[in-house]
């Protein structure tokens, strides 16, 4: 029994301070094309934090999304278009990366060699 308890009170603790780490989630973390070369739209979901307040900017591919000032945490939702991997970074107001991860872009089928239709008679 006693060892429950200090289970208890502990386990709020705990928490606390894993909830203070830094942390960049993003979902998903893969978009999924019919075809090979195909646009893919995912609807992108980025939440951060860091241990300090400043001003950040978020970006996919080096191409501004959204910027906050005087924050430690942020979220961020909309939906991007993709063709190829998307590299999604946090930086600081002196341009330096925080965080970055990569968003990966895949197919289903392999893309054809021509456009033609082919089919036969007979």
């Known amino acids: 029994m006693k060892k429950y308890i200090a289970v208890f ?53 080096e191409q501004q999304l959204h910027c906050w000032q005087n924050v430690a945490h942020g979220k961020w939702q909309s939906e991007l278009m993709m063709t190829d991997n998307l590299a999604v970074s946090l930086k600081n107001g002196s341009e330096k990366i925080i965080f970055t991860k990569t968003i990966e872009y895949a197919w289903i089928y392999k893309k054809r060699k021509s456009k033609a239709v082919r089919w036969r008679m007979f």
């Open 9 to 61: 009170f502990f386990t709020p603790v705990l928490a606390f301070a894993a909830s203070n780490e830094p942390q960049f989630i993003i979902k998903p973390e893969q978009c999924v094309a019919l075809e090979q070369g195909q646009e893919c739209y995912v609807d992108v979901s980025v939440s951060w934090q860091t241990n300090s307040v400043g001003n950040y900017c978020l970006f996919a591919n």
